[in-house]
T-cell receptor, first 109, second 113 residues
Framework: QKEVEQNSGPLSVPEGAIASLNCTYS??????FFWYRQYSGKSPELIMS????GDKEDGRFTAQLNKASQYVSLLIRDSQPSDSATYLC?????????FGTGTSLTVIP | EAQVTQNPRYLITVTGKKLTVTCSQN?????MSWYRQDPGLGLRQIYY???????DKGDVPEGYKVSRKEKRNFPLILESPSPNQTSLYFC????????????FGQGTRLTVV
């Protein structure tokens, strides 16, 4: 079983819509959760971090964490074509970071 | 400017020829790590270091070596590269392990022929 699982997509949404990205993780002891955005051929860049159950909002982005269900999600409101990228879910477990394989998002103008 | 710098950005080499990919950070971060990224497999951690002279294996350490003699530098060494090590490599650093995000270098695209 993989440590972090994401739907690979591709996920397509029209411009202005809400994009919903999901992630599950296997280790109940995981403490820190991150969402990264990666454009093709570029390095990952941090969008959101979340450490406790509930929602965390930053601009158009909302991260949601449910430790009981071992589930992390990212909502992107008012999606823009510039949001088209691969979104990586990352989990810090012990001394290591584990990444999902990423969900490819395309925002259609 | 706070950054993680990797060199080289692109490298084509032949099987068996030792190579080193350098990584340097200027943020005084304690935690550094190396990842490889392959299609369909995502980012996988090769080695990590929690501080100077402290290194440990990640999920895919075979064929790689690292050292951490100074806090800012964390080179990745391939002593005898093979074609299955053809990949996109990223170095990353964090303030410390745990509840802090990772900052990534620009990546090194390695091709072993």
């Amino acid at each position: 079983q993989k440590e972090v699982e994401q739907n690979s997509g591709p996920l397509s949404v029209p411009e202005g819509a809400i994009a919903s990205l999901n992630c599950t993780y296997s280790d109940r002891g995981s403490q820190s959760f991150f969402w990264y955005r990666q454009y093709s051929g570029k390095s990952p860049e941090l969008i959101m971090s979340i450490y406790s159950n509930g929602d965390k909002e930053d601009g158009r982005f909302t991260a949601q964490l449910n430790k009981a269900s071992q589930y992390v999600s990212l909502l992107i409101r008012d999606s823009q074509p510039s949001d088209s990228a691969t979104y990586l879910c990352a989990v810090n477990t012990g001394n290591q970071f584990y990444f999902g394989t990423g969900t490819s998002l395309t925002v259609i103008p | 400017e706070a950054q993680v710098t990797q060199n080289p950005r692109y490298l084509i080499t032949v099987t068996g020829k030792k190579l080193t990919v350098t990584c340097s950070q200027n943020m005084n971060h304690e935690y550094m790590s190396w990842y490889r990224q392959d299609p369909g497999l995502g980012l996988r951690q090769i080695y990590y270091s929690m501080n100077v002279e402290v290194t440990d294996k990640g999920d895919v350490p075979e064929g790689y070596k690292v050292s951490r003699k100074e806090k800012r530098n964390f080179p990745l060494i391939l002593e005898s590269p093979s074609p299955n090590q053809t990949s996109l490599y990223f170095c990353a650093s964090s303030l410390y392990w745990g509840n802090t995000e990772a900052f990534f270098g620009q990546g090194t695209r390695l091709t072993v022929v």
